[in-house]
Each structure stands twice: as C-alpha cells, then as structure tokens.
C-alpha cells in the first residue's frame, strides 16, 4: 500500500492553527466594524457591544460562511496551474494555502495589538496572489473570480456611502418636518418650545422637574405610531437602560454642584454614573463620548433609534461573520483537499466540512471576547460624530453592502463597507448644516493607509513563509511513491480530514 498525502499530519495541525489565528485576529480588529458605531452613538456598552457582536458573528459564520469560502479557496488561483504538475503540484497547492494562513493570521493579528483597524480579507486575497505569482506566474490567478473581487473592493463601499446617506438625508428630512410641526403656537404654548422629535410630550414645568430626584424623562406618555412596538422589542433585545440616562441638563448640574450631586447620582444609578465627572466636561447634547463601560448619554430625542441601532448592529455582525470567515476556513479547506490527492481534486469546488466551520466560528468568538475591545473606539467616535439615528443609518448601509457581497460569493472588506457608510452620513449631515459633521480626514487617511499597507505586507509575508517551506516539501518523498504505484494501486477512497 503507497502512502498518501494526508500522512501529512504536520501540515494538517499547521493549517488547523492558522485558521485559527486568522479567525481571532479578523474578528477582533473587524468586531469595530459591526458594534463600534453602537458603542460610540452609547446604544451599547462595551462589554453588551463585546457580548452581542460575538453571537451574532457565530450565528453568521456558521450559516453563510461557507459561501464566500468556496470562492477562496478556488478563484483567486487557479488550481488547475499546479494540478498539471501532478502530486508535487499539488502539494505545492496545500503549502501555498497554509502561507497564506500564516501570512494573514500574523499581519492581522499584529494590527489588532496595536488598535489598528485594517482588512484581514485584503491580506488574505494579496496572499493567496502573491503565492499563485511566486509558485507558477501570472498565469496561476483566476483573472474573472480576482477581477469581480476587486470591482466588488470598490462597489461595496459606494453602496454603503449611498444607502447610509439616503436613509440619513430621509431620518433627518422626516425630523426636521417633525420640528416645525411641534414649533406650532398651540404645541409652544403647552411646551414652552419645540418638544423632541420622538420624544414624550412634556408638561409645564414644576417645581419637582427641576430636581435631580425627578426621572430625567417623563413616563406618563406614550410614544406615537409604532415606537412603542420598537422601543419594546429594543427592551427585549438587550435593556440596556432599565431606567433612562441621565439628560443633559441633569449631568450640567452635576458639573456645576460638585461632590454632592455626584454622591446623588451615584445612589441614584449606580453604575451608570461612573464617568459622569467626564462627560460634564464634554459636549453631551445628543453624542456620545467617553470610555468604559459606562453608558454614554443620548439625547431624548435620539433615544427611539437606540433599539433599532441594536438591531442594525446585530445585523451588521451576523453579515461580517458570514462575508469573513471565508478568510480563516477557505485556504484551510483548500488545504485538506490537496492532501486528500489523489481522490481528491483541486479543480472542484470544495465542500467546507462542518467541524471546519465550527472550528472558525469559534475562532471567531474567541478573537472578539479577548481582543475585541482594541479598536472599536476608533470606529465608534473618531472618525465623525456618531448619533443613534446617524449610527443606524450607518450599520443599515454596511449591512446591505456586506450581505449582497457574501450572496453573491464576493469577499469583500467589512471595513471598507462601514467607512464608506459614515463617510455618507457625514456628507449628508454636512450638506444639511449639522454644527458637528466634520469628517476626521486625519483619522481617514491613517485608516486609508493602514488598508493599503496590509496589501503589500501579508503578500510579502505569505511569500516568505511559503518559500522557506519549499525546501522541505519540494522533491517530496511521499509524492515519489505516489507517482510510482499510481497506475498499479487504486487511488484511496477518501480522505479522512473531509
């Protein structure tokens, strides 16, 4: 009996690794991208930002994520260059999937350290190129499949940056048309001023308004139309606030009344109190600032869309989780139909096993429970100010963009898609005279930077790795026997990895 590939078990562990390491790096730079927003518009606190994002991306992953996998693992090289060349070719094939792992896994996770926002799926498309380049030439990439992908680079953004900012220029057309309707004399008249857009209709004032022992929002009306529906469903969702933040006009107080009012508050709301003394020095009307996992505070007028931002959230996660887990688990199932030659065929379409899903989901959970903190706040607050209602728009446009992409097998950057996204918003929100839509575009060029260097090095990287494995697996021992007993010898009947 001839031996097989398969007794490779070296490389089997290695890619099982790797696969790892790209899945924990990837979702924990790339968890920003879903949750950051919610964090930094203060829908979300870090650690309910952390929680929730790591279900949702699970529940992606394992649904959708053998989708773009399969386009990793047969597209971007052209499998059929190193078949030619018979088991030596082929083995070559698995070594060039496993530098890529390797190339990716350490880039990615590098960034991720360091709280650099980058493109795991970048690295991994400029590896598996540069690989194909250095084993066989030009001649090895699938033009078509590396063509669609490229387009797809800039198409999924343009998408994001246009949905965002139609739904935003509609959510702020729809508000503005809202508050010239409470400026009415009779509305006035009853309120003094305009009442907040979604908010609660308010009373003339009394004496227990003004005291901080008072709830700071009115609970004796409902909201209109269907936002009782949504903030109910929001309230299953996550409850975020059994009892609403602090408003502004309460936290301007404690930045004037000292020790006193901050011991009140601190009986009052516990926990969410911490880091009050910070945001009394901030701009608190309608953003969110602040680290920690105190809740920051939201302007009354905002607080309807924090539910529907938790959804959007939720959906942005489940999408990435789907679009990048081809990242870790499509070389690594390239890799396992390469060592199942020769019953095995590079050519085809591989079929992802279950237990490779699950052992990719679960990097995934893994990366964004310990590493996912490193760059939300980058996303979440330092690009442009982030509202709930602005944030919803946001994640709504980069769910779309990165759900058509992952349909379509297209792997794409979630995080190209959310700037793109915001970059709409900000757009919209400066057209319409927003006193804070300035674009952080110091904040956008080292982003902008930081995508474009990751091209480069997990291509350089990849290729280090791959050559330096050549020398062991080249004239390999094993593809000898295979050649010589492959016309006397049945080729096995499976693969035991598959």
Same mark, same amino acid.
């Given at each position: 009996m001839f031996a097989e590939l398969e007794e490779r078990p070296e490389l089997v562990i290695l890619g099982i690794f790797g696969c790892l390491v790209v899945a924990f790096s990837n979702a924990a730079n790339d968890i920003a991208n879903s949750v950051g927003t919610s964090y930094g518009a203060g829908a979300l606190t870090l650690k309910q930002a952390i929680l929730f994002g790591a279900i949702a991306e699970f529940a992606g992953a394992v649904s959708l994520g053998s989708?773009?996998?399969?386009?990793?693992?047969?597209?971007? !090289?052209?499998?059929?260059?190193?078949? +030619?060349?018979?088991?030596?070719?082929?083995?070559?094939?698995?070594?060039?999937?496993?530098?890529?792992?390797?190339?990716?896994?350490?880039?990615?996770?590098?960034?991720?350290? $360091? %709280?650099? /926002? @980058?493109?795991?799926?970048?690295?991994?498309?400029?590896?598996?190129?540069?690989? %194909? @380049?250095?084993?066989?030439?030009?001649?090895?990439?699938?033009?078509?499949?590396?063509?669609?992908?490229?387009?797809?680079?800039?198409?999924?953004?343009?998408?994001?940056?246009?949905?965002?900012?139609?739904? $935003?220029? =509609? !959510?702020?057309?729809?508000?503005?048309?809202?508050?010239?309707?409470? &400026?009415? /004399?009779?509305?006035?008249?009853?309120?003094?001023?305009?009442?907040?857009?979604?908010?609660?209709?308010?009373g003339p004032a009394t004496e227990s308004d003004s005291e901080p022992e008072g709830s700071p929002v009115k609970?004796?009306?409902?909201?209109?139309?269907?936002?009782?529906?949504?903030?109910?469903?929001?309230?299953?969702?996550?409850?975020?606030?059994?009892?609403?933040? /602090?408003? #502004?006009?309460? @936290? =301007?107080?404690? #930045?004037?009344?000292?020790?006193?009012?901050?011991?009140?508050?601190?009986?009052?709301? %516990?926990d969410k109190a911490a880091g009050m003394g910070h945001l009394a020095r901030e701009d608190v009307e309608g953003g969110a600032s602040g680290e920690g996992d105190g809740l920051p505070v939201v302007a009354e007028e905002e607080r309807p869309f924090v539910p529907l931002l938790i959804l959007s959230?939720?959906?942005?996660?489940?999408?990435?989780?789907?679009?990048?887990?081809?990242?870790?688990?499509?070389?690594?199932?390239?890799?396992?139909? +390469?060592?199942s030659w020769p019953s095995g065929d590079i050519n085809a379409i591989p079929e992802i096993p279950p237990w490779v899903l699950l052992l990719g989901a679960s990097g995934f959970v893994l990366g964004i429970?310990?590493?996912?903190?490193?760059?939300?706040?980058?996303?979440? &607050?330092? !690009?442009?100010?982030?509202?709930?209602? #602005?944030?919803?728009?946001?994640?709504?446009?980069?769910?779309?963009?990165?759900?058509?992409?992952?349909?379509? %097998?297209?792997?794409? &950057?979630? &995080?190209?898609? =959310?700037?793109?996204? !915001?970059?709409?918003?900000?757009?919209?929100?400066?057209? #319409?005279?927003?006193?804070d839509a300035e674009l952080n575009f110091g904040m956008l060029t080292k982003i902008l930077i930081g995508w474009a260097v990751t091209i480069p090095l997990a291509a350089l990287v990849s290729v280090a790795i791959f050559e330096s494995m050549l020398p062991f697996y080249a004239n390999d021992a094993i593809c000898r026997d295979l050649t010589a007993h492959q016309t006397s010898s049945p080729p096995p009947a499976g693969s035991r990895w598959l």
């Open positions: 989708f773009v996998a399969k386009s990793i693992a047969k597209g971007v !090289i052209e499998p059929s260059s190193f078949a +030619a060349d018979g088991c030596e070719g082929v083995l070559l094939f698995g070594v060039g999937m496993l530098s890529v792992l390797g190339g990716t896994g350490s880039t990615t996770l590098l960034a991720t350290l $360091y %709280g650099l /926002p @980058i493109s795991a799926t970048h690295g991994v498309i400029s590896g598996l190129a540069a690989v %194909g @380049i250095a084993a066989h030439g030009v001649s090895s990439l699938g033009v078509a499949p590396l063509t669609a992908t490229l387009i797809a680079w800039v198409a999924s953004p343009m998408t994001g940056c246009i949905t965002s900012g139609l739904l $935003y220029g =509609l !959510i702020s057309a729809q508000a503005s048309g809202l508050e010239m309707l409470s &400026s009415t /004399p009779s509305s006035s008249k009853s309120h003094g001023t305009g009442a907040p857009l979604w908010g609660p209709p308010e609970k004796t009306s409902s909201h209109p139309g269907g936002l009782d529906v949504v903030g109910f469903l929001g309230g299953l969702l996550c409850r975020t606030n059994k009892e609403p933040p /602090p408003d #502004r006009d309460l @936290i =301007l107080r404690v #930045r004037d009344g000292g020790s006193g009012s901050i011991r009140h508050l601190a009986e009052r709301y %516990g959230a939720m959906t942005v996660a489940f999408a990435h989780g789907g679009n990048d887990l081809g990242n870790s688990i499509g070389p690594l199932a390239a890799l396992l139909v +390469a060592l429970l310990v590493l996912g903190d490193r760059t939300i706040t980058t996303v979440g &607050s330092k !690009i442009t100010k982030l509202t709930p209602s #602005r944030s919803y728009a946001v994640q709504m446009g980069t769910g779309i963009a990165v759900l058509l992409s992952t349909v379509l %097998g297209l792997a794409v &950057s979630t &995080s190209h898609c =959310l700037v793109g996204s !915001i970059i709409g918003v900000g757009l919209v929100a400066k057209m #319409r005279a927003a006193r």
